[in-house]
């Protein structure tokens, strides 16, 4: 069992920066692929970036390649979402998952375990 919790959200203008946090607690986190979606009002979820065990691989929507980047610390068992220039049609609310598994992807359904969400409003 893994539970995940978010933090780090607010309120940013256009083109100014957030990091998000996702602590884990549990077992066996360094063993988990790790993931941020997040999901606009009225919108369906949508996967942000998702990153390796050992922090070497990551993946990347269109939307956010070249502006978030994914890491994660398995002393801390925490994994970071930091997002640069952001933009209005990034707000959202952000959760972090996990997936038990040395594979990576971007379907929701593939990942066992969620956190609450943070919400990120970024105003024009």
């Known amino acids: 069992q893994v539970q995940l919790v978010e933090s780090g959200g607010g309120l940013v203008q256009a083109g100014g920066s957030l990091r998000l946090s996702c602590a884990a607690s549990?077992?066996?986190?360094?063993?988990?692929?790790m993931a941020w979606f997040r999901q606009a009002p009225g919108k369906e979820r949508e996967f942000v970036a998702a990153?390796?065990?050992?922090?070497?691989?990551?993946d990347y929507s269109d939307s956010v390649k070249g502006r978030f980047t994914i890491s994660r610390d398995n002393v801390k068992n925490t994994v970071y979402l930091q997002m640069n220039s952001l933009k209005p049609e990034d707000t959202a609310i952000y959760s972090c998952?996990?997936?038990?598994?040395?594979?990576?992807?971007?379907?929701?359904?593939?990942?066992?375990?969620w956190g609450q969400g943070t919400q990120v409003t970024v105003s024009s």
């Open positions: 549990g077992r066996s986190f360094s063993r988990h692929v």
């Open positions: 990153i390796n065990w050992s922090g070497s691989s990551s």
């Open positions: 998952a996990a997936r038990l598994s040395v594979s990576r992807t971007s379907l929701p359904y593939d990942y066992d375990y």
